[in-house]
């Protein structure tokens, strides 16, 4: 009964989980906002998503005219559906915030914003 019983409970956490990784990731919020505008001093990066994603198997980076201008290293220890890094103080232009979440499927998606030098 009681080998019938962790089974089950097998069972239904490995269902919970093929429901949980099936679940279309989305982004919920972001730092920068998309299309924001900043100024070129801020102390971190992130975005936060639908579900828990792999820190380990995940990257961050700041892209400019297609070409990266610099890789940002996610924070272990945050929260597991947020994707934290401090940012680097960045010259006036247009860049975006790239993310990549590992895992079958990998999944990746960008966020636009700006520097403005006199914010």
């Given amino acids: 009964m009681i080998a019938r019983r962790s089974l089950l409970g097998a069972a239904a956490l490995g269902s ?8 279309e990731l989305k982004v919920l919020e972001s730092a ?3 299309h924001a505008i900043i100024g070129p001093r801020s102390s971190g990066f992130y975005v936060r998503f639908n579900r828990p994603v792999d820190h ?3 990257r961050l980076a700041i892209v400019r005219d297609g070409q990266v201008v610099e890789v940002l290293h996610p924070r272990l220890e945050s929260a597991p559906e947020v ?4 940012a680097p103080t960045l010259p006036p232009g247009k860049y975006g915030l790239a ?15 700006s520097v403005d030098a006199s914010r």
């Fill in 32 to 34: 920068p906002k998309a």
């Fill in 56 to 58: 380990q198997d995940s």
């Fill in 99 to 113: 993310w990549r979440v590992g895992g079958n499927p990998q999944l990746d998606g960008e966020i636009p914003f």
């Fill in 83 to 86: 994707l934290f890094a401090r």
């Fill in 16 to 23: 919970f989980a093929t429901t949980v990784a099936a679940q």
